[in-house]
């Protein structure tokens, strides 16, 4: 059974560090991975998709890493802001399609972020 | 706009007393999701569909029923609701090729007391 783990749980910084968000999972058969944002009162907003053949995916000031075969993906955010404010949740899409379709995501718990002015 | 559309997005009810939160995707997408999200435990998927009148049990099923009757909308009905269910649920949609980003909506807070 896939298990996502995503340290640290919280994490407080001073504005315009450049920061990182762990996540490891247990089952390398992955399809993709995905970085979620969280903002209270709010749904999910997906942020970048890594392929399981990709090794990274960069959006603005964002830059998600996979290693599959160590089960591990990053979330570097650069010059950090009190908007990056929020949890931000990794997923995994396994590669079984009875699980799911294929479709199905496994999340980890989230790390909540604070950026402090 | 492509998006995904959950209603109520506040809900108290008491124990026993039937409701349905409703879902709606304007991508037209086959696959549809339900999740429950509780703190330290993440986000678990309740119930998934393929496409129309193809559902099945995700991780956690017991207390709920879905029906996929057209294909953007994906229903979650709870017959006798619960304390137990009290959670922050999320509709999802996305194509049915495996490993396709996920839409998700804005979440559905449910109170049963």
């Known amino acids: 059974k896939q298990e996502v783990t995503q340290i640290p749980a919280a994490l407080s910084v001073p504005e315009g560090e450049n920061l990182v968000l762990n996540c490891s999972f247990t089952d390398s058969a992955i399809y993709n991975l995905q970085w979620f944002r969280q903002d209270p009162g709010k749904g999910l907003t997906s942020l970048l998709l890594?392929?399981?053949?990709?090794r990274e995916q960069t959006s603005g000031r964002l830059n998600a890493s996979l290693d599959k075969s160590s089960g591990r993906s990053t979330l570097y955010i650069a010059a950090s802001q009190p908007g990056d404010s929020a949890t931000y949740l990794c997923a995994v899409s396994p590669l079984a399609i009875l699980s799911g379709g294929g479709n199905k995501l496994t999340f980890g718990t989230g790390t909540q972020l604070k950026v402090e002015l | 706009e492509a998006q995904v559309t959950q209603n109520p997005r506040y809900l108290i009810t008491v124990t026993g007393k039937k409701l349905t939160v409703t879902c709606s995707q304007n991508m037209n997408h086959e696959y549809m999701s339900w999740y429950r999200q509780d703190p330290g435990l993440g986000l678990r998927q309740i119930y998934y569909?393929?496409?129309?009148?193809?559902?099945d049990k995700g991780d956690v099923p017991e207390g709920y029923k879905v029906s996929r009757k057209e294909k953007r909308n994906f229903p979650l009905i709870l017959e006798s609701p619960s304390p137990n269910q009290t959670s922050l649920y999320f509709c999802?949609?996305?194509?049915?090729?495996?490993?396709?980003?996920?839409?998700f909506g804005q979440g559905t807070r449910l109170t049963v007391v």
């Open positions: 569909s393929m496409n129309v009148e193809v559902t």
């Open positions: 999802a949609s996305s194509s049915t090729n495996p490993g396709t980003e996920a839409f």
């Open positions: 890594i392929q399981s053949s990709q």
